[in-house]
């Protein structure tokens, strides 16, 4: 595995691949002592242009329970605010020996142009671009989804004959965008639900289907997996830039609340790539249910993220080949 910089790149032998290891990942999460000495002595740098927590943390915590060395750098307060470049950038964290690069930057592209160009010789992960891709969090999504309607044991197994939902601003969405590509690729069959408004040019080239309504997708899909989706109100003017009427429309047609909470089938799943923005594409009921996985899927982002970070750089110990 040389760099993950989108779901589109994966294969479905190798998208199985990093979940089996994940799995194995997250076994090894429910012990008292949950490092493993795999990646001591590696350094990997969380190169973050975009503000984030939860990801940012999520693989820090990921690369330390491997014992690998973490730089965190964040744009703000550094040099980057002064004028430098993302190849000054770059150049300087290989002086520094830098053996992965996690990359989040606003810029669609960004993590493909710091694998491409040379100037790092370490791995590129794509911790998110622009309104690009997201492939870590599809994983983490599709691995949550396997868990809890294929099964614990499912190994080697994708996502075949499952139907998931996705719901919301998917204009502005890049987990959106690799979720379908990745879930497509399992074997799952995906239905974006969104708006006139909130669905990109372009979307019927997509390997899925398109609604714009969500009770009727709830009633007759009959989705194993609803995921909603933030809108993503800082991508828009103000007042919703006119994506919507307003709140309260969008809420009335597009959010999950108790009533279409209770009209999914019994062993459906609902989920969130956070952070949430209740009362508008979610209520507190929908959020807060013994059915939502959002919390879970926070913890699986960790063993999807070590059994990536392992699988790049200590999979040519293993001669495993994934994604680009």
């Known amino acids: 595995m040389r760099h993950l910089l989108s779901a589109g790149d994966l294969t479905r032998d190798e998208a199985v691949l990093i979940l089996d290891t994940a799995a194995q990942m ?5 012990r008292e002592m949950k490092k493993l000495p795999t990646l001591r002595g590696r350094t990997v740098v969380n190169l973050f242009f975009e503000d984030s927590t939860r990801t940012r943390i999520s693989f820090e915590t990921a690369a330390k329970r ?10 703000k307060g550094s040099s980057v605010s002064k004028g430098e470049s993302l190849k000054d950038t770059a150049l300087t964290l290989q002086a520094m020996g830098a053996d992965a690069v996690v990359i ?3 810029a669609s592209g960004a ?18 671009d622009g309104t690009h891709q ?33 719901v919301g601003d998917v204009l502005h969405s890049r987990v959106a965008r690799s979720n379908v590509q990745l879930l497509t690729t399992l ?32 009633r007759d899909g009959k989705p194993d997996a609803l ?21 309260l429309e969008y809420t009335r047609g597009y959010g999950l609340d108790a009533t279409r909470l209770a009209a999914l089938p019994e062993h459906a799943i609902v989920m969130h790539p956070g952070p949430m923005n209740r009362g508008l594409e979610i209520s507190a009921d929908a959020a807060d249910s013994p059915r939502a996985v959002i919390v879970e ?8 993220r070590m059994a990536v970070l392992y699988l790049l750089l200590a999979g040519e110990q293993t001669n495993e080949k994934v994604g680009q």
């Not at 014992?67 to 750098?73: G, R």
Request: net charge neutral; aromatic share 6%.
């Open 66 to 75: 491997l014992s690998a060395d973490v730089i965190n750098f964040s744009a």
């Open 227 to 247: 995921m909603m989706l933030r809108v993503q109100r800082e991508r828009m003017s103000s007042a919703g830039g006119g994506f919507f009427p307003s709140p």
């Open 187 to 218: 074997g799952a069959r995906v239905t974006l639900v969104a708006p006139p408004t909130l669905v990109p040019v372009g979307v019927s080239a997509w390997p899925c289907e398109v609604s714009y309504h969500l009770d009727e997708v709830v």
């Open 104 to 106: 989040r930057h606003q």
């Open 26 to 30: 997250a076994a090894t999460q429910s």
């Open 297 to 304: 899927q926070v913890a699986n982002g960790v063993a999807v």
């Open 111 to 128: 993590p493909h142009t710091l694998a491409a160009a040379g100037w790092t010789s370490g791995a590129v992960i794509n911790a998110g």
């Open 134 to 166: 997201h492939p870590t969090q599809a994983l983490l999504d599709a691995f949550t989804v396997r868990r809890h309607l294929v099964g614990t044991d499912a190994t080697g197994r994708g996502l075949d004959g499952l139907h998931v939902a996705i």
